[in-house]
C-alpha cells in the first residue's frame, strides 16, 4: 500500500505555476517533518522545502521567494506552491516524510515530473 502520494506535477511554462501536493497515511504524516525534495538525471538528489508539524518552514536558496510549502494537518497533506517557474526547475519532485527519531526514518513517494519548457 502507497502511504505517500503526489500528484500536480505537468507541464508548464516558464512564469508559470503550479501546485504539487502530497497525501499521506495519517499514522506517517502526524509528528513529522514534510520535506519536498527534487531530482535531475545526474544530479544529487535536492532539498527544496521543508516544515515540521508546527509549522516552520525553511526552502533552498533557489526556491526563495517563488515556491511555498505548507502542510493541512486535518487532510494529511503537504503542498508546495511554485510560481515564476524556470527552466532549472525541471526536475521529478518527491515528497518524504520523515521521522527524526533513532535512527531517522524516511518515507517516500513514486515522485511527480515537473517540466518548465517553452
Known amino acids: 500500500q502507497v502511504q505517500l502520494v503526489e500528484s500536480g506535477g505537468g507541464l508548464v511554462q516558464p512564469g508559470g505555476s503550479l501546485r504539487l501536493s502530497c497525501a499521506a497515511s495519517?499514522?506517517?504524516?502526524?509528528?513529522?517533518?514534510m520535506r519536498w525534495y527534487r531530482q535531475t538525471p545526474g544530479k544529487e538528489r535536492e532539498l527544496v522545502a521543508g516544515?515540521?508539524?508546527?509549522?516552520?518552514?525553511n526552502y533552498a536558496d533557489s526556491v526563495k521567494g517563488r515556491f511555498a510549502i505548507s502542510r493541512d494537518n486535518a487532510k494529511n497533506t503537504v503542498y508546495l506552491q511554485m510560481n515564476s517557474l524556470k527552466p532549472e526547475d525541471t526536475a521529478v519532485y518527491f515528497c518524504?516524510?520523515?521521522?527524526?527519531?533513532?535512527?531517522?526514518?524516511?518515507?517516500w513517494g513514486q515522485g511527480t515530473q515537473v517540466t518548465v519548457s517553452s
Open positions: 518524504a516524510a520523515v521521522r527524526f527519531l533513532m535512527p531517522t526514518y524516511t518515507y
Open positions: 516544515i515540521t508539524s508546527g509549522g516552520m518552514t
Open positions: 495519517g499514522s506517517i504524516f502526524s509528528g513529522s517533518v
